[in-house]
């Protein structure tokens, strides 16, 4: 019963931090849309940490396909903070929605973070089962 409400958890704290994004979105005047580009990162940012899991056959703490997904993953976080100061400095979006565009940032990746703590544990309820 802890794996589900732990996934309960992750949904709702999800739904805020993808709130926060449509409201950088509802925050212009016009409807621009281009903080939606963000949604690419959070789809790609647990990629490379689902590939390295599968081909590391052991569990040390020093892998080098882990450490390159690491890599990977940090840069794909940085960029996706990276893309609302670069659309506000351009003056494509205001300030004010970059700033609800980082907080759903911030919220969806710690997100992430906690669905790979909960269920990346190899234990009975784990994610790799669905």
């Keep these: 019963?802890?794996?589900?409400?732990?996934?309960v958890g992750l949904s709702f704290s999800g739904a805020i931090g993808l709130t926060?994004?449509?409201?950088?979105?509802?925050?212009?005047?016009?409807?621009?849309?281009?903080?939606?580009?963000?949604?690419?990162?959070?789809?790609?940012s647990p990629i490379p940490t689902f590939i390295s899991r599968r081909l590391s056959d052991d569990d040390s703490s020093s892998n080098a396909c882990r450490e390159l997904a690491y890599f990977l993953t940090?840069?794909?976080?940085?960029?996706?903070?990276?893309?609302?100061?670069?659309?506000?400095?351009?003056?494509?979006?205001?300030?004010?929605?970059?700033g609800l565009v980082m907080t759903g940032n911030a919220v969806i990746f710690?997100?992430?973070?906690?669905?790979?703590?909960?269920?990346?544990?190899g234990d009975d309820f784990s994610w790799e089962q669905w």
């Design 74 to 98: 940090t840069g794909i976080v940085v960029s996706s903070f990276g893309l609302p100061i670069v659309l506000a400095r351009n003056s494509t979006i205001r300030w004010g929605a970059c």
């Design 20 to 44: 926060f994004l449509l409201l950088g979105c509802a925050l212009e005047q016009y409807g621009v849309y281009w903080p939606l580009f963000v949604l690419i990162f959070y789809v790609l």
């Design 110 to 121: 710690l997100t992430i973070l906690g669905f790979f703590v909960v269920f990346g544990g």
């Design 1 to 7: 019963m802890a794996g589900i409400k732990a996934l």
